[in-house]
């Protein structure tokens, strides 16, 4: 029988440890109950927040509506020739299904290790690290329409997957509930090195023919050299998204910044490193009051104990303002802001 409780504190369910309530609050451990829940038309009626992992969100207060957290579990797998295809449930930690992969020797999700999160939030956001994104290796996902209370499938054309973007964040956001994603992985590895620290990293390593075991290691360490570990200081990882301009526009600021991390994104754009642009700024390593910038990373905010949302928020304004005062490019939030 499905459990709605009251007044929940959410600390424990966002990585940046703020402390917020839920009105109420629902955990999901099968579809079964979703449907149960929204033949309820109290539930139907009011505000809802779904939550995975909790690991891409800014609770700025309490939240007075319906918290479902998702935590539908399983992992399984079908091999056809060269091919498999993997069916997570919402609620698996991503890592835990990267980890699944690489022991079994399917390719494709090694350059995604350490991702926080869950399986159920990774095509909302389109997740991608270290030249992979999530639409690389996507099959389909299975999501609770909460409109009919019917399941469907959505396929990558569905998806509308694009830089940190897809359908689930733009003309269908609240729409849906994911419950499970079948990722498209290969037992023939194709290493993607196109990151240069992954490559420097193999090389201090004396690897020269990297397995997916290899590259899934090497990741997990440039990470961890970089990011706060969300259980020892509250964090979100990257809170804004590496901005992407023109190619006219990237060439004014090539020339008065000759040193600017760049990477070529196609049709005539440039994605700039956003940790850079703020670490030029002055802000790597920074706090204020509660908050601040990490000291590895320029690009991760973090909760120092005792923030609030809006403290944070506050300074990510204050980060995007001088990056624009002194580049004149715009950076954008990639964390979700819950009002």
Not at 208 to 235: A, C, E, F, W, Y
């Amino acid at each position: 029988m499905l459990q709605i409780q009251q007044n929940v504190s959410l600390k424990n369910f966002n990585s940046f440890a703020i402390e917020a309530s839920a009105r109420y609050f629902a955990e999901i451990s099968h579809e079964d109950e979703l449907v149960e829940l929204f033949m309820d038309p109290q539930w139907m009626a009011m505000p809802r927040l779904i939550m995975g992992g909790g690991s891409n969100m800014l609770l700025l207060n309490n939240y007075d509506g319906l918290v479902i957290r998702m935590n539908i579990r399983g992992i399984e797998h079908r091999i056809s020739h060269n091919d498999v295809f993997v069916e997570a449930g919402a609620g698996e930690v991503w890592n835990d299904l990267v980890n699944y992969a690489v022991t079994h020797g399917y390719a494709g999700l090694e350059n995604l290790s350490l991702i926080p999160g869950s399986v159920g939030a990774s095509p909302i956001q389109n997740i991608g690290a270290y030249g992979v994104e999530l639409k690389d290796v996507f099959e389909s996902c299975r999501a609770f329409e909460l409109s009919t209370g019917k399941f469907k499938t959505f396929n990558k054309a569905d998806c509308g997957f694009g830089y940190r973007e897809s359908v689930f964040k733009s003309e269908l956001k609240g729409q849906y509930i994911i419950v499970s994603v079948k990722f498209h992985l290969s037992l023939i590895p194709n290493v993607n090195l196109r990151y240069g620290a992954i490559e420097q990293e193999l090389i201090n390593r004396g690897i020269t023919q990297p397995t997916i075991k290899d590259v899934s290691s090497v990741v997990s360490h440039i990470r961890v050299s970089k990011l706060p570990d969300p259980s020892t200081i509250g964090n979100a990882g990257s809170f804004f998204k590496n901005p992407v301009i023109a190619a006219d526009v990237f060439a004014g600021i090539q020339q008065k910044f000759p040193d600017v991390v760049n990477y070529p994104a196609g049709d005539g754009m440039v994605k700039l490193a956003a940790g850079w642009l703020i670490e030029q700024c002055g802000w790597k390593g920074k706090t204020i009051g509660h908050t601040g910038t990490w000291k590895n990373q320029a690009l991760v905010l973090v909760n120092h104990g005792g923030a609030t949302g809006t403290e944070i928020y506050a300074l990510s304004s204050q980060i995007i303002d001088s990056v624009y005062t002194k580049f004149g490019v715009s950076l954008e939030r990639e964390v979700n802001i819950i009002n």
